[in-house]
């Protein structure tokens, strides 16, 4: 009996307290309809007597007068009324779309995640799959480029080592016709490479993106956007470069024996040290670029602009100059014994080409158009007659 008695002592309380609150429910639901009415009802009457000061008017015209202030009022109430919905609404919007975008980024968020761990699985589709989708991540999100593009060079740079390491790997020694295409020896790393270049044409936060001391003997890098890309002392021997934009990249030390790179855009690339023996560098972009101390033996410049590259101490015999443009490029100690030149190549004020060992020949006439071209990737490259 003495335990019920406390719970029988709170039960009038709590019904008290239900009580109240309904109470205050129903005045707070009563009191703006009230208050509208008193604003709606008594207000006008109010302002015209304020108005008419104690001046008698007919009860006609004050009645008119007051309809006039209550349609003014209800114009006021309705129009704050509308501007109040106004606000909700764009309120109630900006709270959707910011729940929106935070489970879009959540989604994001887990689609990066599984791609990621993709990446270092034993199966070469699941690889490949899981670049592709940072691919199209990337594509979509712009604040997760940057990581996309740094796993994507972070990937080549570990998975193809210059000098190779690994048992399937192709030692450095093997001849170029016996390398495999990389898109056949490694076929995710061809796609981290043509993700990267395509990547790359975005707006960036960053410059500069590390893919120095990699293998990409044959890598298919045809019209891919290289721009401002480190390859210092990377193996790019027989690489298809085919209209890809290497602005501003540096190349110093690189590889570079027979790759095409026929119509691509090196401006002020720096290809200092650079093996480019036997390349292809047909109506290439060469302006303002770096050759100092490179190796250019046997290297096809025909038609390409070289307006304002640097040559020193390069060596270019056995070139083939003819229609390059050399008019301000800076040739001091250049070696050109047998490089090749015609009546439409254009050199220095005052250099003596003759002196110098050009032989002056025939003029190829207009190149032949890109369809008609073998892949470079699969071409067969003749040994070179500079290599002892």
Same mark, same amino acid.
């Given at each position: 009996?003495?335990?019920?008695?406390?719970?029988?002592?709170?039960?009038?309380?709590?019904?008290?307290?239900?009580?109240?609150?309904?109470?205050?429910?129903?005045?707070?639901?009563?009191?703006?309809?009230?208050?509208?009415?008193?604003?709606?009802?008594?207000?006008?009457?109010?302002?015209?007597?304020?108005?008419?000061?104690?001046?008698?008017?007919?009860?006609?015209?004050?009645?008119?007068?007051?309809?006039?202030?209550?349609?003014?009022?209800?114009?006021?109430?309705?129009?704050?009324?509308?501007?109040?919905?106004?606000?909700?609404?764009?309120?109630?919007?900006?709270?959707?779309?910011?729940?929106?975008?935070?489970?879009?980024?959540?989604?994001?968020?887990?689609?990066?995640?599984?791609?990621?761990?993709?990446?270092?699985?034993?199966?070469?589709?699941?690889?490949?799959?899981?670049?592709?989708?940072?691919?199209?991540?990337?594509?979509?999100?712009?604040?997760?480029?940057?990581?996309?593009?740094?796993?994507?060079?972070?990937?080549?740079?570990?998975?193809?080592?210059?000098?190779?390491?690994?048992?399937?790997?192709?030692?450095?020694?093997?001849?170029?016709?016996?390398?495999?295409?990389?898109?056949?020896?490694?076929?995710?790393?061809?796609?981290?490479?043509?993700?990267?270049?395509?990547?790359?044409?975005?707006?960036?936060?960053?410059?500069?993106?590390?893919?120095?001391?990699?293998?990409?003997?044959?890598?298919?890098?045809?019209?891919?956007?290289?721009?401002?890309?480190?390859?210092?002392?990377?193996?790019?021997?027989?690489?298809?470069?085919?209209? #890809? $934009?290497?602005?501003? @990249?540096?190349?110093?030390? %690189?590889?570079? &024996?027979? !790759? *095409? =790179?026929?119509? /691509?855009?090196? +401006?002020?690339?720096?290809?200092?040290?650079?093996?480019?023996?036997?390349?292809?560098?047909?109506?290439?972009?060469?302006?303002?670029?770096?050759?100092?101390?490179?190796?250019?033996?046997? #290297? $096809?410049?025909?038609? @390409?602009?070289?307006?304002? %590259?640097?040559? &020193?101490? !390069? *060596? =270019?015999?056995? /070139?083939?100059? +003819?229609?390059?443009?050399?008019?301000?490029?800076?040739?001091?100690?250049?070696?050109?014994?047998?490089?090749?030149?015609?009546?439409?190549?254009?050199?220095?004020?005052?250099?003596?080409? #003759?002196?110098?060992?050009?032989?002056?020949?025939?003029?190829?006439?207009?190149?032949?158009?890109? =369809?008609?071209?073998?892949?470079?990737?699969?071409?067969?490259?003749?040994?070179?007659?500079?290599?002892?």
């Amino acid at each position: 009996m003495e335990t019920g008695e406390p719970d029988r002592g709170r039960r009038p309380r709590r019904g008290r307290l239900v009580r109240h609150r309904a109470i205050v429910g129903l005045l707070a639901g009563t009191a703006v309809p009230a208050v509208l009415g008193t604003v709606l009802v008594v207000l006008p009457g109010m302002v015209v007597d304020h108005d008419l000061a104690g001046a008698s008017v007919a009860a006609q015209d004050r009645l008119k007068a007051v309809n006039d202030v209550r349609t003014t009022l209800l114009q006021t109430v309705g129009g704050m009324v509308v501007a109040f919905g106004a606000y909700a609404t764009w309120r109630q919007l900006r709270v959707s779309q910011d729940s929106l975008r935070a489970t879009q980024e959540g989604h994001v968020t887990d689609r990066f995640s599984t791609a990621v761990d993709q990446l270092g699985s034993d199966k070469l589709e699941t690889r490949i799959g899981g670049l592709h989708a940072l691919w199209r991540i990337a594509e979509h999100s712009a604040r997760d480029r940057e990581a996309v593009i740094s796993i994507q060079a972070a990937y080549l740079r570990t998975h193809l080592p210059w000098p190779p390491a690994g048992p399937q790997a192709p030692a450095a020694a093997v001849p170029i016709n016996d390398v495999v295409p990389l898109e056949v020896r490694a076929a995710d790393a061809q796609v981290a490479l043509t993700g990267l270049g395509v990547l790359l044409q975005q707006p960036r936060e960053q410059s500069w993106v590390n893919l120095g001391v990699t293998d990409l003997r044959r890598a298919d890098c045809d019209g891919l956007w290289l721009h401002e890309v480190n390859l210092d002392q990377s193996c790019m021997e027989a690489a298809g470069l085919y209209r #890809a $934009n290497l602005t501003q @990249a540096s190349l110093v030390s %690189a590889n570079l &024996r027979h !790759a *095409d =790179l026929k119509t /691509a855009i090196l +401006r002020r690339t720096r290809c200092v040290l650079a093996d480019l023996r036997g390349a292809r560098l047909v109506e290439t972009d060469l302006r303002d670029a770096d050759f100092t101390e490179a190796d250019l033996r046997e #290297a $096809n410049l025909r038609k @390409a602009d070289a307006g304002g %590259a640097v040559f &020193r101490r !390069a *060596d =270019l015999r056995l /070139a083939d100059l +003819r229609g390059s443009d050399l008019r301000t490029a800076d040739l001091l100690h250049a070696r050109l014994t047998g490089a090749l030149a015609s009546e439409h190549t254009r050199w220095p004020t005052g250099f003596d080409y #003759a002196t110098a060992g050009v032989v002056v020949t025939e003029d190829p006439g207009p190149e032949p158009p890109p =369809l008609l071209q073998p892949s470079g990737i699969t071409t067969q490259h003749p040994p070179l007659r500079s290599i002892p």
